[in-house]
Nanobody
Framework: QVQLVESGGGSVQAGGSLRLSCAVS????????MAWFRQAPGKEREGVAT???????YYADAVKDRFTISKDNAKNTLYLQMDSLKPEDTAMYYC???????????????????????WGQGTQVTVSS
Protein backbone atom coordinates (compact mmCIF):
# COMPACT_ATOMS: atom_id res chain seq x y z
CA GLN A 1 0.00 0.00 0.00
CA VAL A 2 1.36 3.41 -1.00
CA GLN A 3 0.60 6.37 1.25
CA LEU A 4 1.09 9.97 0.18
CA VAL A 5 1.29 13.08 2.36
CA GLU A 6 1.37 16.57 0.84
CA SER A 7 2.79 19.68 2.47
CA GLY A 8 3.90 23.17 1.52
CA GLY A 9 0.61 24.84 0.70
CA GLY A 10 -0.24 28.29 1.96
CA SER A 11 -1.34 31.80 1.06
CA VAL A 12 0.72 34.02 -1.23
CA GLN A 13 0.22 37.12 -3.32
CA ALA A 14 0.07 36.98 -7.08
CA GLY A 15 3.53 36.68 -8.56
CA GLY A 16 4.82 34.74 -5.57
CA SER A 17 6.14 31.20 -5.30
CA LEU A 18 5.44 28.05 -3.34
CA ARG A 19 6.97 24.58 -3.35
CA LEU A 20 4.72 21.64 -2.64
CA SER A 21 6.10 18.34 -1.40
CA CYS A 22 4.57 14.89 -1.43
CA ALA A 23 6.16 12.30 0.83
CA VAL A 24 5.72 8.72 -0.38
CA SER A 25 5.59 5.98 2.27
CA UNK A 26 7.81 3.58 0.37
CA UNK A 27 10.21 3.40 -2.55
CA UNK A 28 8.39 2.97 -5.83
CA UNK A 29 9.71 0.07 -7.86
CA UNK A 30 9.07 -0.54 -11.51
CA UNK A 31 7.20 1.64 -13.94
CA UNK A 32 4.87 4.31 -12.61
CA UNK A 33 3.37 7.77 -12.98
CA MET A 34 3.35 10.49 -10.35
CA ALA A 35 1.15 13.53 -10.70
CA TRP A 36 -0.14 16.72 -9.18
CA PHE A 37 -3.83 17.46 -9.54
CA ARG A 38 -5.83 20.42 -8.29
CA GLN A 39 -9.45 21.18 -7.59
CA ALA A 40 -10.91 24.64 -7.13
CA PRO A 41 -14.30 25.19 -5.46
CA GLY A 42 -17.12 24.39 -7.86
CA LYS A 43 -14.75 23.01 -10.50
CA GLU A 44 -13.69 19.54 -11.56
CA ARG A 45 -10.35 18.15 -10.54
CA GLU A 46 -7.73 18.73 -13.21
CA GLY A 47 -4.26 17.46 -13.92
CA VAL A 48 -1.49 19.96 -13.36
CA ALA A 49 1.77 18.12 -14.04
CA THR A 50 3.06 14.57 -14.29
CA UNK A 51 6.38 12.78 -14.14
CA UNK A 52 7.04 9.17 -15.03
CA UNK A 53 9.46 6.69 -13.49
CA UNK A 54 12.10 7.70 -16.05
CA UNK A 55 11.76 11.39 -15.22
CA UNK A 56 9.78 12.48 -18.27
CA UNK A 57 7.42 15.34 -17.48
CA TYR A 58 4.21 16.81 -18.86
CA TYR A 59 2.37 20.00 -17.95
CA ALA A 60 -1.08 21.44 -18.38
CA ASP A 61 -1.04 24.46 -20.68
CA ALA A 62 -2.24 26.68 -17.83
CA VAL A 63 0.92 26.08 -15.79
CA LYS A 64 3.55 25.47 -18.45
CA ASP A 65 6.65 27.62 -17.97
CA ARG A 66 5.53 28.53 -14.43
CA PHE A 67 5.44 25.20 -12.59
CA THR A 68 8.13 22.52 -12.37
CA ILE A 69 7.52 18.93 -11.28
CA SER A 70 10.40 16.85 -9.97
CA LYS A 71 11.08 13.86 -7.78
CA ASP A 72 13.85 12.77 -5.46
CA ASN A 73 13.97 8.98 -5.49
CA ALA A 74 16.41 8.86 -2.57
CA LYS A 75 13.96 10.80 -0.41
CA ASN A 76 10.79 9.18 -1.82
CA THR A 77 9.44 12.67 -2.43
CA LEU A 78 7.61 14.39 -5.25
CA TYR A 79 7.79 18.17 -5.65
CA LEU A 80 5.92 20.92 -7.44
CA GLN A 81 7.72 24.26 -7.69
CA MET A 82 5.15 26.93 -8.45
CA ASP A 83 6.38 30.34 -9.62
CA SER A 84 4.57 33.41 -10.93
CA LEU A 85 1.43 32.29 -9.15
CA LYS A 86 -1.91 33.68 -10.27
CA PRO A 87 -5.23 33.94 -8.42
CA GLU A 88 -6.61 31.26 -10.76
CA ASP A 89 -4.07 28.83 -9.33
CA THR A 90 -6.04 28.86 -6.06
CA ALA A 91 -7.13 25.29 -5.36
CA MET A 92 -6.59 22.20 -3.25
CA TYR A 93 -3.55 20.41 -4.64
CA TYR A 94 -3.24 16.63 -4.54
CA CYS A 95 -0.42 14.26 -5.39
CA UNK A 96 -1.19 10.86 -6.85
CA UNK A 97 0.53 7.69 -8.06
CA UNK A 98 -0.37 4.90 -10.45
CA UNK A 99 1.71 1.96 -11.61
CA UNK A 100 1.85 1.74 -15.39
CA UNK A 101 2.93 -0.71 -18.11
CA UNK A 102 6.64 -0.34 -18.83
CA UNK A 103 6.11 -0.22 -22.58
CA UNK A 104 3.56 2.61 -22.37
CA UNK A 105 4.74 4.92 -19.64
CA UNK A 106 5.73 8.44 -20.72
CA UNK A 107 5.07 11.98 -19.61
CA UNK A 108 2.07 12.30 -21.92
CA UNK A 109 0.72 8.89 -20.97
CA UNK A 110 0.91 9.82 -17.32
CA UNK A 111 -1.04 13.02 -18.01
CA UNK A 112 -4.00 11.27 -19.63
CA UNK A 113 -4.13 7.92 -17.88
CA UNK A 114 -6.93 7.30 -15.37
CA UNK A 115 -7.55 6.33 -12.72
CA UNK A 116 -4.74 7.13 -10.35
CA UNK A 117 -4.86 4.61 -7.53
CA UNK A 118 -3.10 6.35 -4.66
CA TRP A 119 -3.89 9.84 -3.42
CA GLY A 120 -2.78 12.22 -0.73
CA GLN A 121 -5.14 14.24 1.45
CA GLY A 122 -4.39 17.53 -0.31
CA THR A 123 -2.80 20.85 0.56
CA GLN A 124 -4.49 24.22 0.05
CA VAL A 125 -2.93 26.91 -2.13
CA THR A 126 -4.48 30.37 -2.05
CA VAL A 127 -3.23 33.17 -4.30
CA SER A 128 -4.50 36.70 -3.68
CA SER A 129 -4.45 39.52 -6.19
Amino acid sequence: QVQLVESGGGSVQAGGSLRLSCAVSSYLYGSYCMAWFRQAPGKEREGVATIDSNGATYYADAVKDRFTISKDNAKNTLYLQMDSLKPEDTAMYYCAVVFAPTDRVSGAYCYVTRPYNYWGQGTQVTVSS
